[in-house]
């Protein structure tokens, strides 16, 4: 996408100078105390948070693990987490309490602790913030980027509504990057090699700020004579702006030691669904490299939703949404293409854990909320759902166990995150649904 | 592998997770197209994010390059460039009342605008030609009618002394970053006005109406905008800010002038075919792929001809006078790949005007294979869809979601073949599912002749087709007899009048604008389905014009 690259360049167009620039905050090993488990300064290493979302569900049966607590043996659709067994929590049994019988309220659900408002043509939308958009809000300025958004396969007819996004952030949905070229653009533009710049590099960052100003004075008169609503989206659209005039202030001063991966060379229609596998292993190691370099330390990641691919490349010719509810017996393709989507999250996984980080990898410092719209695609539901959960949240959370927990709602593991990546965030789900106690076993 | 007829009919499931209806069918005068739209509890108000009538919004993906094309006269931005637009009942333009941008959306825009200034400002001829003269200085006479007459047409209506102050100095500011060159200056400076939120999102604040004390009616600037938007989805020209100006545009006889000026323009075409594609839900027929295994693959340049049958049956129904010709033209004009389609023999490389009798049943909108493909599965047909998008789209009509406790898992009906509609009318005896099914299939069996890319076939699964159907009482048989029984539905005029509504107003329907709509349904029905009359008849309302009390 030369035109598309060409844009982004421009945004930090100066930046460069011809040559590589380093970026902001790495986390050096000059900046760790001589234990390596924590900053110099005594803060805490900083605590990433990724949710990883895949529609349809699973088959229960090859999921769940046999055993519980510390001695589980992991069940056949997620095999390909054998190497990974101590770095991550199964957890099985609870249940998403939200009103809706569609795929799409389980997602919301799950994500976001509400149901949704169901509107024609697909373009449902979330009531409540998702929980990537809730992290971010609480980690807001710490990293270049409060929260980026991917998506491994998006449904090309869905750039809009539940179908095609699963961040909302009270005004609407955040949209998502799906291909790894515009991503990695988004992220690391900037620091490669570029094309000299005739224009006075940090004249320019400083007079685009300014004219920001100006912009922002403009925001706050129209903001004061409009209703609560309209300000709330106007709100949206200026922290946007003023994260923006942050980078453009940054990267000038910018200076670091963080090494940012090549450029990736993958492009795609957005519509094949022949190389998912190598997307995800793509998409994977830019989101690992955005918070090692912490570029940012929220992502949001949609596999897929239930407006699903069909899985070409390990030869299946129907969308697994339609697999599930028409494949007769006890579903071996649909079976497949859950183990597939497990074999790509454990990918995800790995990648985090590929990168050292102070005594231990970028995983131990991260949480992963690995999640699914329902537990079982043919009867959509909300019972049992499979949750896996990786990273170490600096040591708080419990790894290497499964624990199932019936009779719970799955809202208490979200409310067990929060408290594990110490967060001021008292309770989940919406009205009744609401939880404010942890599923206290997942904490250490 | 398929698993044929055979296979579990789980249809009820399989009509899709948004579609449930299990008490029937119910319109008044204030429902909608979109469900559980409620603003009590605690549901999203569709109309405002967060409570309250909103009076911001936010320009389009198609509006934001139509107007940086005639303001600007930049390339036309191709849809990744900006973030994708919030569609609301359909409708983008609804979406826009309730949207905001990302911070991923800000940091688009925010490209579009500089990439834009500096194709301007890095060309020493352009910039020139684009401002009209050299400036000396930031605040040099040149430089000073640049920014009223730039700030005039980026934000729609003039600067005031404080905004063009401001907007000055920052030139000022910027200008002696850069050793003083004035260029500088205005280069940042319209970087600012058009990363605004004056430039982004059109505003109705609105003015006490000097004619009705109490009331509040737009400004005449923001009516040129709302009547430019409507028209043309794009930025009002020279004449209608002229006509804000002189403040004449809140006279009847102007604003009926402009109305008709625009609604004759090419821009007004295009933008009436942007109102085809989304009332018809043609907007993403051509990315939209068949399931390979059944169906061959489409090429791109075949659904886009798709797309465009469908969309003119709707432009030239609008453009004919009588709106119901878009469901009983019997005429269209065919590429080559499209009449192959259709299994005519192509007649040469141009476009052939087809007499749709030739083409066996095919009647306007209703056979045309994009809107035929929209409305099916990606491996076969669904009366199911296409009844509902009768109901829900060309009638205005709601269903409503299912309960909890519906079953979306359901037992294989047979290991017999058999055809899809015995297997619905089998499926249809399930209580669960019966109430939804009954109120669609009927509808959409009308259609079964042809497949879920819109060729007409005389068999499913070996079984002959029975094309008879029922549509509020009425019996038909075939998609000839159930076009006519849609536009002679009671419902039709009032709904597409609404559709209209809607998306010329940017908002979702309220309830308070049911007395509006019956007038202007009677407008339209008794001209005979004039939609143009009907325009500018919704141009000239009280509803188009004026703020309701809240929004004051």
Known sequence: MPSRSLSRRTVLRGTVMGGAVMLHLPLLEVMLNTHGTALANGEALPRRFAVWFYGNGVKLDRWIPDGEGANYTLSSELEAMSDLQDDITIVSGTHCPVDGQVHHSGQAGMLSGDTIDLMANDASTFRAKSVDVLVSEQWAGDAAFDLINLAIYRDPRYEIGTPGHISYNGTGFNPNEVDPGSLYDRIFSGVVPDEPDPVDTSARAAARSRALDSVLEDFSALNAGVGRGDQVRLEQHMDGLRDLQKRIEEFETGAGGCTPPERPTFSEEANDDTRIGEKNAIMSELVARAFACDMTRVASIMHHTWYSPAFREIGIGTQQHGLTHDEPGDQPQVHATATFVMSNLATFIRSLKAIPEGAGTVLDNSVVYAVTDVSDGRTHSKDDMPIVLAGGAGGRLLRGHHIHAPDTSSFKVMMSLFRALDLGIESFGAGGWAQTEPLSELLV | ?552
């Open chain 2, 1 to 552: 592998m398929r698993f044929g007829v055979q296979r579990m009919v789980a249809l009820c499931a399989a009509l899709g997770p948004w579609v449930g209806c299990y008490e029937g069918v119910h319109r008044s005068p204030g429902n909608d197209t979109i469900p559980d739209d409620g603003e009590g509890d605690d549901g999203v108000d569709p109309e405002a994010g967060q409570g309250g009538v909103s009076a911001l919004f936010l320009l389009t993906r198609r509006e934001l390059g139509n107007t940086m094309e005639d303001l600007l006269g930049t390339e036309p931005l191709r849809p990744a460039d900006v973030q994708p637009d919030q569609v609301v009942g359909g409708f983008a333009s609804v979406g826009a009342s309730v949207h905001s941008l990302s911070a991923l959306g800000v940091e688009q825009w925010d490209s579009v605008a500089l990439d834009a200034v500096d194709e301007i400002f890095e060309d020493a001829a352009a910039r020139v030609d684009w401002v009209g003269c050299e400036p000396a200085a930031v605040d040099d006479a040149c430089a000073t009618e640049y920014f009223s007459s730039v700030g005039l047409r980026a934000w729609r209506r003039p600067l005031s002394d404080e905004e063009l102050t401001r907007y000055v100095e920052l030139a000022q500011e910027t200008s002696a970053m850069f050793d003083d060159d004035p260029w500088e200056g205005l280069r940042y400076a319209t970087y600012g006005l058009l990363s605004s939120p004056n430039f982004l999102y059109r505003l109705h604040r609105g003015e006490a109406d000097p004619s009705r004390p109490g009331h509040r009616r737009l400004t005449a600037y923001e009516l040129a905008s709302k009547l430019s938007y409507a028209l043309t989805q794009s930025t009002p020209d020279l004449s209608l800010l002229e006509a804000a100006q002189a403040g004449t545009i809140h006279d009847d006889s102007e604003l009926e002038l402009q109305a008709e000026r625009l609604l004759g323009s090419s821009a007004a075409t295009e933008a009436l075919a942007g109102f085809c594609r989304e009332n018809f839900s043609l907007t993403p027929l051509p990315l939209l792929s068949r399931d390979a295994s059944v169906i061959d693959e489409l090429p791109s340049t075949l659904l886009q001809d798709m797309q465009q049958e469908s969309e003119q049956f709707c432009v030239q129904g609008i453009r004919s006078g009588d709106a119901r010709s878009m469901f009983l033209a019997e005429q269209t004009a065919l590429g080559p790949e499209l009449a192959s389609h259709y299994g005519m023999p192509a007649e040469g490389p141009g476009v052939q005007t087809v007499t749709l009798t030739e083409l066996s049943d095919r009647v306007g909108i209703m056979t045309s294979a994009g809107l035929l493909t929209v409305m099916a599965h990606s491996d076969r047909t669904s009366p199911t869809l296409r009844g509902q998008f009768v109901r829900v789209r060309l009638l205005c009509q709601e269903i409503p979601s299912p309960p909890d406790d519906a079953l979306v898992e359901l037992e294989p009906i047979s290991d017999e073949p058999s055809s899809l509609r015995d297997r619905l009318e089998q499926h249809r005896t399930d209580p669960a599912c019966s109430g939804c099914h009954s109120l669609m299939d009927p509808i959409g069996f009308g259609l079964e002749h042809y497949d879920a890319v819109g060729r007409y076939r005389e068999l499913d699964a070996g079984f002959a087709i029975d094309a008879s159907g029922e549509l509020d009482g009425t019996s038909f048989d075939g998609a000839a007899e159930l076009s006519s029984a849609i536009v002679e539905h009671p419902d039709f005029g009032r709904c597409i009048t609404r559709q209209w509504f809607q998306f010329a107003q940017s908002r979702a329907f309220r309830d308070t604008d049911a007395a509006a709509l019956l007038e202007l349904t009677e407008g339209l029905v008794g001209s005979g389905f004039d939609m143009e009359a009907l325009m500018v008849d919704l141009v000239l309302s009280d509803s188009f014009r004026t703020l309701a009390s809240e929004e004051g």
